[in-house]
C-alpha cells in the first residue's frame, strides 16, 4: 500500500489514537505518543505538514513492529 504523501504529524497523533497512544508532551515542533498497548512504546514524530515520506516510513515501521503488523495491515487499521 503506497503511504500518504500530504499528512500532517498532528493528522497523524490523531489516527494513532486508534492504537491506544496518547500525546504526553510536546516540546517545539516534536509531538511525543505513549501507549501501554502491549507494553509501553513511545514515539516521536514532527508537527509538520506534511510529514517528509521518509520519516513517515520510519514512524510507521515502528509502530508496526511494536504491535506485531505489517506495515500494510497497520495503514489499514488506521485508515490514512
Given at each position: 500500500m503506497k503511504l500518504p504523501?500530504?499528512?500532517?504529524?498532528?493528522s497523524l497523533a490523531k489516527a494513532?489514537?486508534?492504537l491506544g497512544?496518547?500525546?504526553?508532551?510536546?516540546?517545539?515542533?516534536h509531538?511525543?505518543?505513549?501507549?501501554?498497548?502491549?507494553?509501553e512504546h513511545h514515539?516521536?514524530?514532527?508537527?509538520h505538514d506534511p510529514?517528509?515520506?521518509?520519516?513517515?516510513a520510519g514512524i510507521l515501521s515502528d509502530t508496526a513492529r511494536h504491535h506485531e503488523l505489517s506495515r500494510d495491515e497497520l495503514l489499514r487499521n488506521l485508515d490514512l
Open positions: 504523501r500530504d499528512i500532517s504529524g498532528l494513532l489514537k486508534a497512544y496518547e500525546i504526553t508532551r510536546q516540546s517545539g515542533s509531538i511525543r505518543l505513549t501507549t501501554a498497548v502491549n507494553g514515539i516521536t514524530i514532527p508537527a510529514i517528509k515520506i521518509g520519516t513517515l
